[in-house]
């Protein structure tokens, strides 16, 4: 057994995650700016309140843990990206890094490892090119950002901790996260493809992406950067094709490029752009996904 420090644990991912660990007989211990949203956490979690900025008042916990794994930061599609927005966006990501990075300095014993969330936005968009990990990052907002993101937790390597960083693509679940409002559309005979639907998504099944995290925490040799992304990343046209198919709906109400631009600025890019990005480093390391094509992946979430 291993205690795991999860940051940003009351979202989607920190909470399944939460719940496979605890299901194998691990400790977690959740840190979250709101502990009043840690009732969703299965029972025998422990929530810990935190400034988000620091390690005080939880980086005793450090000590010995086998893992902290860092996926906290202020929700990219809450809203437009005023400038102030994307200073609370930036500053989310920067804060939590240093304070795991703190922690881990101040550890004795060290964690065993740090894994540090990022995204496959990191590249930018990048048309139709195979994006593996060793791309460049782009230059836009949501590529800069990745890259501090990334650098934030990067002193904790010179201590001699090991560090994995999760570049991850659409999470799927009906929970929360890109699919929700497209099944709800569907459901309206709403649905349809985004601006041109050549855009390419890179999305991974949600248990996909908790048993990458697992994985990397596990394979001593999981150093580096690995995009968290199906083998098989599609069009968006060609995904809402797959969704319509199985929810027995047309796919035949484009939502118009100008119409996302007038509605979100600069944040409708997230919605417009993709990168075609795939898992070569995890595969190399011998991970299996379980749901590798969105027929499995959308089928269970859905039938």
């Not at 900025?53 to 916990?61: D, F, K, M, P």
């Not at 782009?138 to 990067?154: I, M, P, Q, R």
């Not at 094709?241 to 631009?261: D, H, N, Q, T």
């Amino acid at each position: 057994m291993m205690r795991v420090i999860i940051t940003g644990g009351t979202g989607l991912i920190g909470q399944a995650l939460t719940r496979s660990l605890m299901a194998d007989g691990h400790e977690v211990v959740v840190l979250t700016r709101n502990p009043g949203k840690a009732d969703n956490l299965p029972v025998g979690a422990k929530a810990i309140g935190w400034d988000g900025r620091t390690a005080e008042g939880w980086g005793h916990l450090a000590n010995g843990a086998g893992a902290i794994v860092n996926l906290a930061g202020e929700n990219l599609a809450a809203g437009r990206w005023t400038e102030a927005r994307k200073q609370r966006i930036r500053d989310s990501r920067l804060n939590a890094g240093r304070a795991v990075a703190q922690a881990a300095q101040m550890a004795e014993p060290k964690p065993g490892v740090i894994i540090q969330s990022s995204a496959v936005g990191y590249y930018g968009p990048q048309g139709n090119t195979e994006i593996t990990e060793q791309a460049p990052p782009g230059a836009d907002f949501l590529a800069k950002l990745c890259v501090e993101w990334e650098a934030s937790t990067a002193p904790v390597e010179d201590w001699g901790v090991r560090r994995a960083i999760i570049r991850s693509g659409a999470v799927l679940s009906l929970a929360a996260g890109a699919l929700p409002p497209m099944v709800w559309q569907f459901k309206l005979f709403m649905g349809g493809r985004i601006g041109s639907g050549q855009q390419w998504l890179p999305w991974i099944h949600l248990a996909d992406e908790v048993a990458a995290i697992r994985f990397l925490i596990d394979h001593d040799q999981a150093t580096g950067v690995f995009n968290l992304t199906t083998p098989n990343p599609l069009s968006n046209a060609d995904f809402v094709r797959v969704l319509g198919r199985i929810m027995a709906r047309p796919a035949m109400l484009p939502v118009p490029a100008f119409l996302l631009k007038l509605l979100f600025g600069e944040m409708s890019t997230v919605l417009l752009t993709g990168q075609r990005a795939v898992p070569q480093r995890l595969q190399e390391l011998g991970f299996r996904f379980q749901f590798p094509d969105a027929e499995a992946a959308l089928r269970d979430l859905l039938v």
